[in-house]
């Protein structure tokens, strides 16, 4: 059965010192495309986290963040080191100004502390056994995310695939009716060729043999017979529910029966010379276009 590429799932644990999240959006794309979003503490999670996704899911663009969050009162250490390297730095510049003549210079902390790399993340101080709980903890909100997402998936794609259906079997029914209106378009047509000529040689006082009138009509014929073309449309309206029904990661298949199923109504339309077979045509044409609006989200 067919799958959707539109799904979301989210997990979440909070423990006593420990708040984490997964969340999953899942849209469609032409590819897999994985977008991570992890603490900068964690990005050594992110080679694992694209695996398992990629375990799970082959197409669409997949968006994932990955929030942690600790007790509010869980200070930021100081990286003193790096605190006296800008302090230095900055009596060396007030020293400068004050020899200069310049305005006198005055070292705010508060604007030292906001410095790169002097206020570390609480999370960089985890302790390893700590970090490596952390990271399967993420792990296992990752697959519960995941198995959200993927049933999600499956459910969109039945919706999808029940819709399908009714776009296939109006393609048909449409089909039927121009298989049965076919074998009348020469007839139609040798009718009103005959009628038409009688008029113009009754006129003219003229005579054309019925031989030249069916000469003419098989010529006619030939050029606007789509039996092969009803024929392979037929074919792909078959295909398509084949592989839709017992198939998984079929999308871009169906995109190309899709696109054969238009070529031929588009060849049917221009050789059949038919009023009741044009509407025809264009109803089927329809149908074939929102069918191809809808695979586009078919993983």
């Known amino acids: 059965m067919i799958i959707s590429m539109t799904g979301y799932g989210r997990a979440s644990l909070e423990e006593e010192n420990f708040f984490c999240q997964v969340e999953i959006r899942s849209v469609n794309n032409r590819f897999l495309k994985i977008s991570i979003r992890l603490p900068d503490e964690l990005t050594e999670c992110e080679a694992d986290i694209d695996k398992q996704v990629r375990q799970q899911l082959c197409r669409g663009s997949i968006n994932i963040t990955v929030t942690v969050v600790l007790p509010s009162g869980t200070a930021a250490p100081v990286n003193r080191q790096a605190a006296q390297y800008y302090l230095q730095e900055m009596q060396d510049l007030a020293r400068w100004a004050r020899d200069s003549a310049s305005a006198p210079m005055t070292i705010d902390l508060t604007e030292l502390l906001l410095l790169p790399g002097v206020c570390e993340s609480p999370n960089r101080g985890w302790a390893e056994p700590q970090h490596q709980h952390r990271r399967d903890v ?25 819709d399908l259906q009714l776009h296939l079997a109006e393609i048909s029914t449409s089909l039927e009716s121009i298989r049965r209106q076919a074998p009348l378009i020469a007839q139609q047509y040798h009718q009103r060729l005959r009628a038409r000529v009688m008029q113009l040689v009754g ?68 050789k059949a010379s038919d009023g009741q077979i044009a509407i025809l045509t264009m109803r089927i044409k329809g149908s074939i276009d929102r069918i191809k609006e809808q695979v586009q989200n078919v993983e």
């Open 138 to 162: 993420i792990n296992r909100l990752l697959a519960e995310a995941l198995a959200q997402v993927v049933l999600m998936r499956k459910r969109e794609g039945e919706a999808l695939w029940k």
């Open 203 to 270: 006129d003219a006082k003229l005579s054309l043999s019925d031989a030249d009138l069916l000469r003419e009509v098989a010529l006619f014929s030939e050029r606007a017979d789509i039996n092969e073309e009803i024929s392979r449309l037929s074919g792909h309206i078959e295909h398509f529910k084949g592989l839709a029904e017992k198939e998984n990661q079929v999308g871009r298949t169906l995109e190309f029966i899709a696109q054969e199923m238009l070529r031929e109504a588009n060849t049917i339309g221009s």
